[in-house]
């Protein structure tokens, strides 16, 4: 089983990395596909901030990647997929096909996601973790994803694993774990929170 998975907040670095380890396919005979989620509107692809691009499926499920005779899949904004696309990812490991994930890791909750939670329990090869400057204090120590709404923290209680869409109804800065504001019943521990 051969699986990358590329996590951290907003901003962190995470598309360039995704393009970094993949682009370079292009110029092979390897057969690859890069998937990323239909609800990620944002861009026509995975497209890093730094203007670094690759080609994509936009997919609301991976289910079409076990039709595809590939080498190589590659999944943008992990997170925003279903569990049941978890399912698929393990099968494609099983088949020996190499996967590098990137998305998200913690919800608006600060908690992790549950497809990210299933990618790592397929005990990933490698595990890459991005931080993000603060869009507050501009240390480089964010881990979060701060959810936004009407440029204010959204404090609204939402079911765990939740994947808001990146379509401009919401905003989202990099935050650090003493600027981040996450909803009252978020029980993160003490020695995580400081």
């Known amino acids: 089983m051969d699986l990358t998975v590329i996590l951290g907040p907003m901003k962190s670095g995470k598309s360039l990395e995704l393009v970094s380890l993949l682009s370079p396919l292009q110029f092979t005979d ?4 890069v998937f990323q989620s239909a609800r990620h509107v944002r861009d026509a692809g995975v497209v890093s901030r730094s203007g670094a691009a690759l080609a994509t499926v936009k997919a609301s499920s991976l289910a079409s990647a076990l039709d595809d005779d590939v080498d190589v899949v590659g999944i943008d904004e992990v997170h925003m997929f279903a569990m049941s696309d978890m399912a698929v990812v393990r099968t494609l490991l099983e088949r020996g096909t190499r996967v590098v994930a ?18 790592l329990e397929l005990g990933p090869a490698s595990v890459t973790y991005r931080r993000a400057v603060c869009d507050v204090c501009r240390g480089f120590s964010a881990v979060y994803t701060q959810v936004l709404e009407h440029g204010e923290p959204m404090l609204r209680e939402l079911a765990p694993s939740t994947a808001l ?5 919401y905003t989202y800065e990099a935050r ?3 600027c981040v504001v996450l909803p009252a019943t978020t029980r993160v521990p003490r020695q995580l929170a400081s």
């Open 30 to 33: 390897v057969r690859h596909r």
């Open 102 to 119: 990137a998305g998200i890791d913690l919800d608006h909750r600060g908690e992790l996601f549950a497809p990210v939670r299933a990618l």
């Open 165 to 169: 869409p990146d379509d401009g109804t």
């Open 176 to 178: 650090c774990r003493t």
